[in-house]
C-alpha cells in the first residue's frame, strides 16, 4: 500500500505470516509494526484461517461486504448517480462500534456497466470511482457528533493481478528489521556469490559529489584460498596519476605503485586506516573489501524479491543487510577519526544472471554470477534525544555499479616486479629453451596456450623451488622453423617483510632459484606431457645448456627481413653538397651551348678572364731577369 502526503511517499508492506507491518517511511526508513487481528472496524487487520493468519478477501479488506457469519457486512443499493462525470451505481454499508458508540457509513459508487473506462468497456466486473467515508458518534446521554473521515477518488483501476513481482518490490537500499524470528539468509542460499578469481570494472558515485569515481578490481583466491591476492587500479581524487594497490593475503603485504613514476612502497599487512566514504569511496571500498567481496556476513540478509535495475534493463536479485555502528566517522579534512561513528548502514546487494535461460552445471544449482551494484545508505540522529523523525536524520549514499565482469585471470595481473626494479631488490631475467617433439602442434589450434603457460609456471616453481609470486614476466615464443619453444621469465629475489633485520622473509634468493632450476634443466629432469584439446599428448623437454640471462640471448633462426642501415660524417654530406653544385653549373652550361649550336647561334664572347684566366704562367720556360726585362722595356 502506497500513501503520498504532502510530497512525502510512505509505503506499506503487509507480512500477515508473521503478522508484521513494515512501513517505508519517506521510503528511506522502515518502522516495523504488528498487524492487529480479527478487528471488524480494521479491513487490514488478519483473519484466521485453516492455514493461519491471512489476509482478507478484497471486499473484506474495504469493509464494503462480508459474507463470513462472524463478521458480517451487507451492503444496501442506493440507486444512481453521476461522480465525476461518469454514471455510476452507489451502495451503502455501515458497520457499528458498540464499545466506542460510533457508526461507520461508507458509500461506494462504481460505474454502471457498459461505461468506457481506460482498461476497457465495464462488464461483470466492478469498476469502483469513489468511496466517501463518515463516522457519527452517539453517547448514551444523546449527544450526537458527525464527521466526513476520508474521500477515495479512484483514479487508476486495473482489475488484474500485477503481471511480475518487479512491482512488489521494496523501495531501494532499506532494511526493516522485525525483531526476533526474522529470517534472515546468507548470500550462499540465494545462489549468489564472487569467483574464485574474477576481473570486473566498478563505477562509484555518493551523494556528495556529482563526480563519477572508477577503479579496477583483479581477484585470485590462489589454489586453496590462502594464497588471495586483490588489486585496484584507480586515480586518487584529485591526482593525476594512476595508483595500483595489490593485498598479498598469503605474504600479510599491501603493495602501492605509482604507474606514472614506477615507485613503489611496501607495506606489513593488508589493512588501511578508516577513510572517509562520502569523499573516498574508493579506498572506502578497499578497507572493507572482506564484507564486499570474499567474506560477506552469514545469516544477516534480508531478502527482497526481484527489482528492475540499471535503467529497467534487467532484472536483479535483491538482498539487504543492515550493520549498526558502522562506519567509523573521519574528517574529510585531515582523513582522522573523530571517535564517533554513523547510527547504521543499510547495504543492499543486487545480482543478475548472465545468461538466464542456460541450464546450470551438473549437480549445481543455478548461480547468480553478474554483480549489478552494491548500495549503501549510512544514517544517524543529529539529536539523539529528539527521537526518530525524518528531520531529525541524517543521511549519505554510496553507489557501486560493476560493469564488464569476467572470470579470465592472468598472472600478470599481481605482477610485483616493478618494486623490485624501483627499490633495487634482487631479480633475474631468464630465458632457456624447450624441445618438443611434435613440429606441428604449437601453433596449431588444438593447444590451449594459455593452458600452457600455466603449466610452465607451476613446473618453474616447482623446480626453482619459490613461491608463485616470484616467477613474472613469463612469457612462451615459438619460432615457426624449428620445434624449439623459447621460456622467457623474471625470477624475483625473497619476498619483502617490512619490520624484519633483513627487511626480507627467510627465502632462497633468486641466483640460488637460478643454480636449482639450471641443475634439473642440465641432468634431463625439466621434462613434461601436456594433453592437446584434441586428447592428443606432447612432449617437452628442456635443451640442455639453454639456461642463460635474457640479455645474453640471441635467435638462432633469422624470422625477419634484413635491413641495412647507413650512415655519413658531417664531413662527408659537405663534400656532397659542393659537389652537386659543381656538377649542376658544368651541366647547366653544357645544356646552354647544345641549346646555341642547335639555333645556329655565335657563341658568346668570353671575358680574357675566363679565355685564359693565367696569362702570365708559361709551364714551359724560366722567368726574366730583372735586367732582361728591363731592357725589353726600354
Same mark, same amino acid.
Given at each position: ?289 572482506? =564484507? +564486499?567481496?570474499? %567474506? ?9 524479491? #526481484? /527489482?528492475?535495475? &540499471?535503467? *529497467? ?47 546450470? =552445471? +551438473?549437480?549445481? %544449482? ?9 548500495? #549503501? /545508505?549510512?544514517? &544517524?540522529? *543529529? ?48 630465458? +632457456? ?16 596456450? &594459455? ?184
Amino acid at each position: 500500500m502506497v500513501k503520498n502526503a504532502n510530497g512525502f511517499i510512505d509505503v506499506e508492506y503487509f507480512y500477515y505470516h508473521i503478522l508484521k507491518k513494515s512501513t517505508y517511511i519517506a521510503r528511506q526508513y522502515c518502522n516495523v509494526s504488528d498487524i492487529p487481528t480479527n478487528q471488524e472496524m480494521d479491513g487490514a487487520s488478519a483473519v484466521q484461517t485453516a492455514a493461519g493468519w491471512h489476509i482478507r478477501p478484497l471486499n473484506e479488506f474495504f469493509l464494503f461486504a462480508s459474507d463470513d457469519p462472524n463478521r458480517r457486512i451487507t451492503p444496501i443499493y442506493l440507486g444512481q448517480d453521476i461522480v465525476r462525470g461518469i454514471p455510476v451505481d452507489k451502495w451503502q454499508t455501515c458497520i457499528v462500534d458498540k464499545p466506542n458508540y460510533r457508526t461507520v457509513r461508507r458509500v461506494w459508487t462504481f460505474a454502471q456497466r457498459g461505461v468506457q473506462t481506460p482498461v476497457g468497456v465495464v462488464g461483470d466486473l466492478a469498476y469502483p470511482v469513489q468511496a466517501v467515508i463518515s463516522a457519527s458518534v452517539d453517547f448514551p446521554n444523546g449527544t450526537q457528533a458527525l464527521e466526513v473521515d476520508e474521500v477515495f477518488n479512484v483514479l487508476s483501476y486495473k482489475p488484474y493481478i500485477v503481471e511480475t513481482s518487479v512491482q512488489l518490490a521494496p523501495p531501494k537500499g532499506v532494511f526493516c528489521k522485525t525483531g526476533e524470528g526474522q529470517d534472515l539468509i546468507s548470500l550462499s542460499d540465494a545462489h549468489i556469490s564472487w569467483s574464485n578469481r574474477f576481473s570486473v570494472r566498478v563505477e562509484a558515485s555518493t551523494s556528495l559529489s556529482v563526480q563519477r569515481q572508477g577503479f579496477h578490481i583483479r581477484y585470485d583466491s590462489g589454489r586453496d584460498g590462502s594464497s588471495r591476492r586483490l588489486r585496484y587500479d584507480y586515480q586518487p581524487p584529485g591526482s593525476e596519476d594512476f595508483t595500483t594497490v595489490i593485498h598479498d593475503y598469503g605474504n600479510e603485504l599491501t603493495y602501492t605503485i605509482d604507474r606514472r613514476v614506477g615507485s613503489c612502497k611496501i607495506d606489513a599487512g593488508v589493512q588501511i586506516d578508516d577513510v572517509n566514504p562520502g569523499s573516498n569511496p574508493i579506498a572506502f571500498f578497499i578497507k572493507n573489501e572482506a =564484507m +564486499f567481496l570474499y %567474506s560477506p556476513p552469514e545469516k544477516a540478509w534480508e531478502f527482497n524479491g #526481484l /527489482r528492475a535495475c &540499471r535503467g *529497467n534493463a534487467i532484472v536483479c536479485t535483491v538482498l539487504t543487510m543492515q550493520k549498526d555502528s558502522f562506519p567509523p566517522m573521519v574528517e574529510s579534512d585531515i582523513g582522522e577519526a573523530t571517535g564517533d561513528s554513523w547510527g547504521a548502514t543499510n547495504i543492499e546487494y543486487a545480482w543478475s544472471m548472465r545468461s538466464p535461460f542456460s541450464r546450470p =552445471m +551438473f549437480n549445481r %544449482s543455478k548461480q547468480f554470477d553478474y554483480p549489478v551494484s552494491l548500495y #549503501l /545508505r549510512m544514517f &544517524r540522529l *543529529n539529536n539523539p534525544e529528539a527521537g526518530f523523525s525524518p528531520q531529525n536524520i541524517r543521511t549519505e549514499n554510496i553507489e557501486y555499479e560493476f560493469f564488464e565482469m569476467n572470470h579470465e585471470r592472468h598472472p600478470q595481473d599481481f605482477d610485483v616486479s616493478i618494486c623490485y626494479r624501483s627499490l633495487n631488490y634482487e631479480y633475474l631475467h631468464l630465458v +632457456f629453451t624447450l624441445n618438443v617433439n611434435r613440429g606441428d602442434v604449437i601453433d596449431g589450434n588444438h593447444i590451449d596456450r &594459455r593452458e600452457l603457460e600455466g603449466y610452465v609456471h607451476f613446473t618453474l616453481m616447482n623446480h626453482t623451488g619459490v613461491q608463485f609470486s616470484r616467477i613474472t614476466d613469463l612469457e612462451i615464443d615459438h619460432e615457426r622453423v624449428s620445434n624449439d619453444v623459447t621460456v622467457f621469465f623474471t625470477l624475483l629475489g625473497r619476498t619483502p617483510k617490512p619490520g624484519s633485520p633483513s627487511g626480507f622473509a627467510d627465502e632462497i634468493t633468486a641466483q640460488e632459484g637460478h643454480d636449482r632450476l639450471r641443475t634439473a634443466i642440465n641432468n634431463g629432469q625439466y621434462t613434461f606431457s601436456f594433453r592437446m584439446r584434441n586428447n592428443s599428448t606432447v612432449q617437452f623437454n628442456a635443451a640442455t645448456n639453454s639456461l642463460k640471462s635474457s640479455k645474453h640471448y640471441v635467435s638462432t633462426h633469422s624470422a625477419g627481413r634484413r635491413n641495412t642501415v647507413e650512415t655519413y660524417s658531417s664531413g662527408a654530406q659537405a663534400l656532397a653538397i659542393i659537389l652537386g653544385l659543381i656538377i649542376g653549373i658544368v651541366v647547366g652550361a653544357i645544356i646552354a651551348a647544345v641549346v646555341r649550336i642547335v639555333r645556329k647561334e655565335p657563341m658568346p664572347d668570353m671575358p680574357t678572364s675566363i679565355r685564359n684566366p693565367l696569362p702570365s704562367i708559361n709551364f714551359h720556360s724560366k722567368k726574366s731577369s730583372p735586367a732582361a726585362a728591363s731592357t725589353s722595356n726600354a
